[in-house]
C-alpha cells in the first residue's frame, strides 16, 4: 500500500483548512458613513459595512441600478432591502433603503451559504457628511470644484476658490428628496432634478454661504450635490467649512480660498448679556465675533490695545483688550470712553494681514448688561453675578452652589468663595457693564475715566454713573445705593442694594436694572424665604 507523499498531505489540508474559513459565518466589525467614517446614518445614505466573510467573491459593481445582491450578500436594514455597490470578504458599500424609518433598528447581512449576522444601528433623519480626503476623523481636505467650466477642475492650493465663486461639493446624508428616489436607483439627468426637501446651510470661515443647488447628484446613487456661492467678503486661507441640516452638522473640511487672511466681523454684541442688539455704550465690555482673531489665545492682555498684531478700534481709536481668544473666534474689548453716547461709528479688527471690513456700531447712552454665572445643573438658568456686600459670597441657590462645588457661606470669611441665597435686608452687589457715563462722584461736569485707566482700587475716587439705574427684585423696587465703576476696574460696574421685604422666595427670583433711556437687562438669583 503506497502511502501519501507529504507534500500531498500538505496540500490536502490546505484545501480542507481553505473551504473551512470559507464556510466560516459573517461578522459585523461597525457600520460607518461612506463620505466622512462617522457613525450617523440615515435613509438613503451611503454606508459600509466592516467584518469578515461578508461575501463569497470580490465584486464591484459600477452599473446602475445597484443590485440587491452581490457577491453572494444581502443587506437589510429594518427588513428592507439595501442596495449594494461593492462587496468583498471584509466590506459591503451599500445604499440605506430610502424608505427605511429612523430610529432603532436591525442591520443584517445574510450571505449565500455562510449564514448571516446582525447588529444594531440608530438611523437619524439627517446624517450630513462631506466626501473628503485624509486621515479620518481630522479635520480634511475636501472634493471641491470649480462650478465655471462645468464643474471639472478641482479646487486645489494651485487652484483656490476665490471670495464670490460659486463651487461644487459632494455629500451624503441629506434626507428625503422631491421627487423621492428608489432605491439602488440612479438620480434623473433632467428636470425635474431630486431636491432636498430641507434646505442645507453651509459655514464656511465665519460666515455662510449662499446654497443654490442641494440634491441628488444626477446619475448618482445616494450622492447629493450642493452648489455653493461664497461671501464676497471671504477671508483668504484654508477655512473650516462645514455643512448643516436638520438639525445635525457634518465634518468638518478645509476649504482653500485665495487671498489673505484678514479678520471677519459678525457680530459686536454687550460682553455681560451677550444681546444680539448692536448697541454700545462708551466705556463698554463688548464681544467681538468673527475669525481670524490671530492663532494665540491671550485672556488677560488688558491694557494693552494690541496682542500679536491683534487690535480691535472705534472709529479708528483703539479699545483695551480684556482677552483675544483666537480659538473661539472672540475678542472681549473696552469701547473707549472718549467716543460719543448716540449716532453710528465703525467697528475693525485688524492682524498682521490688515484690517476686517467696517462693522456698524450703534451707540448709546447706556446698554446694561448684568454678567452671569454658569449652573452647572441648570444650564437655562440666568443666575446673575451677584455678590453679598463686601464679600466674594455669591448669591446663588442652594442646588447651584453643590454644582458649582460652592460651601455655604456660615462661618467663612469674607474672602472665601462660597455660594447661598440672600434673604430680605441683605446688601448685594449687581455686577455690569453699559452703565455709561461715570465721572467722579458723578458730576455732569467730570471728566470721565481714560481709556485704558482703571478705576482706583482704594476708593480714594469713587467713579459713579452721571445716570442712576432704576433696579427691581421680584417685581419689588429697591434703592440704589451706589452706581459706578468697581474699584480697581476699567469697563465693569457695580450696583449696591439691599434686597427689600416682600419679595416671594424662590431659586429664580428675577433682578431688573434699568436705565433712564429705556434699556435694560435681568437676570435671577436665590432667595430664602
Known sequence: ???????????????????????????????????????????????MIFGQNLSISSIQQITTPWPTTLGGAQVTVGGKSAALSFASSGQLTFQIPVDAAPGSAQLTVAVQGKGSASVTVTLAAYSPAIFAFGSPGSTQSSYFYHAAGGGINLVTAQSPAQPGETLIMYAVGLGPTNPSIATGAAAPTSPPLAMTTTQPAVSVGCQQASVVFSGLAPGQVGTYEVNLTLPASAPGGNLPLTLSIGGETSNMVTLPVAGLAIPVVNAVVNGASFSAGTVAAPGTIVSIFGCNFGSKDNLSPFPATSFQGVSATFNGVAGPLFAVAASADQINVLVPTELPGSGTVPVQVQNSAGPSASFSLQMSAATPGIFRWTDPSKASRKNGAVLFANTAWGVVPASMATALGWTSCAGLSAAATCGQPAGAGDYVEIFVTGLGTATPGGDPNGKVLPTGSVAPANGSVLYQTVQKPIVTIGGVATPVLFSGIAPGFAGLYQINVQVPSGVTAGDDVPIVASMPNGTSDSVTIGLHP
Open 1 to 47: 500500500m503506497l502511502k501519501p507523499s507529504r507534500i500531498v498531505v500538505v496540500t490536502l489540508a490546505a484545501a480542507l483548512c481553505e473551504a473551512a474559513v470559507f464556510a466560516q459565518a459573517p461578522t459585523i466589525s461597525g457600520a460607518v458613513a461612506n463620505a466622512a467614517y462617522g457613525a450617523s446614518l440615515s435613509p438613503g445614505s451611503l454606508a
